[in-house]
């Protein structure tokens, strides 16, 4: 028996099946990371870089491209987003941040990142403090903000109609990517676990050199420790993919950057440290602190050498070396055990430690008046050079050196 023909069924039925751009399945798998894609650009240029940190001028075309894409792709409410991440930076690490995993647990951050947004987000206190200076035009108020949800709603029509019921995958890929990328990963991972370039007063860290599909997000300890630069790498293997469209932006006169990551100058040599070397260390801190951490890696190099030369044990020290950079009060009570082990055996590196200490004080005191901050800079730099270790000699004429 013969069905009936009926070309409106079989119309749906084919709609369903293909949609309206019939394409392979590799070709919308690459519309999907295309489009996710530049919902990473829209959040890291326009909301982090530009909104949340003022770091960077977009010009009315991308900003208002991005406010469209946003609505279409997230949901997400500019002001909100803002108001939450100044937040986080506010109050990082403690109690009152919004998805610290120090705090709340990385399992929490990671699977229920998105939840901790949208608890926030009803928080008026944090809106009304830290969501100001942020788009407020006709077009925000009456459309973006108010029927927030209808965008990802016409953007799920549009998946339907151009893929059929494969459109719904579609859409559910590109609604996960920011929840799992930034609430999960960045917000989560990033406070976690992988490296860091500087010991900044928080946990973050960079997650990979090379994390193209979160847009130079992952480099989020370069971010915490310059926090209003619009450039996120800082190493040479570091690549911020987001930097690279903000230049070609600028290029065509659609952005201006505002900062990047300072850079130390290194000049004449003074004869001996003064209020000027004060300055330049106190500016450039965290890149100071970051060429101290580099002399004691390669002390720790050169020591466990000379044990293994020896056939003696190195594994101590081997155990301590990646935590040598890190702040006392930042080491885990594990990591603690073995730095102090270290230390007991190796008299160079305990000195070292010693100093690195007593030079961070100096930005930290403040009782201390600038002259006497000076005098106890030109101080420190005498016993480095005094102590008859190459890397302290070699640290303090780069001090010396420095120019803010």
């Not at 001028?57 to 609505?71: A, E, K, M, T, V």
């Not at 101080?379 to 780069?398: D, T, V, Y």
């Amino acid at each position: 028996m013969m069905l009936p023909d009926w070309p409106v069924l079989n119309a749906a039925i084919d709609w369903l099946a293909h949609g309206l751009w019939d394409l392979s399945w590799w070709q919308v798998v690459l519309y999907t990371l295309a489009t996710t894609h530049v919902t990473i650009a829209a959040v890291t240029i326009f909301l982090h870089r530009t909104q949340a940190h003022r770091a960077m001028d977009l010009g009315p075309i991308p900003s208002h491209f991005f406010r469209f894409w946003l609505w279409l792709g997230t949901g997400m409410v500019t002001k909100e987003w803002v108001a939450i991440h100044r937040k986080h930076h506010a109050k990082c690490e403690t109690v009152d941040d919004p998805h610290s995993p120090q705090t709340r647990g990385i399992d929490t951050v990671l699977w229920r990142g998105a939840e901790l947004y949208r608890t926030e987000a009803k928080n008026q206190e944090t809106i009304s403090k830290f969501g100001h200076g942020t788009p407020n035009d006709w077009i925000e108020r009456n459309l973006y903000t108010r029927y927030s949800w209808q965008g990802v709603g016409l953007m799920l029509i549009l998946n339907l109609a151009l893929f059929g019921g494969l459109g719904a995958t579609v859409w559910a890929v590109q609604m996960l990517w920011i929840p799992i990328t930034a609430a999960g990963i960045i917000n989560g991972i990033g406070h976690y676990w992988g490296y860091r370039n500087f010991e900044a007063p928080d946990a973050s860290t960079n997650i990979s050199p090379w994390g193209v599909i979160i847009g130079g997000e992952e480099l989020h300890n370069n971010h915490h420790t310059y926090p209003t630069s619009a450039k996120f790498s800082v190493k040479k293997y570091e690549f911020d993919i987001g930097w690279v469209y903000i230049r070609a932006m600028e290029a065509i006169g659609w952005a201006k950057v505002k900062k990047v990551p300072p850079k130390l100058r290194l000049g004449a040599v003074r004869p001996v440290a003064d209020e000027k070397t004060l300055e330049a260390v106190i500016a450039h801190r965290y890149e100071v602190m970051a060429g101290y951490a580099r002399e004691m890696r390669r002390v720790a190099r050169s020591e466990m050498a000379q044990l293994k030369a020896k056939g003696a044990d190195f594994s101590p020290l081997q155990g301590a070396k990646r935590w040598l950079h890190r702040d006392d009060d930042k080491l885990p009570a594990a990591a603690r055990a073995k730095v102090q082990q270290a230390r007991d055996a190796h008299p160079v590196l305990d000195q070292m430690l010693t100093m690195r200490e007593e030079l961070r004080q100096m930005w930290l005191n403040t009782s201390h008046s600038r002259e006497q901050l000076a005098s106890d800079l030109q101080a420190w730099c005498l016993r480095a050079e005094q102590s008859g270790i190459e890397a302290l000699q070699r640290f303090s004429m780069k001090l010396r050196a420095a120019h803010a």
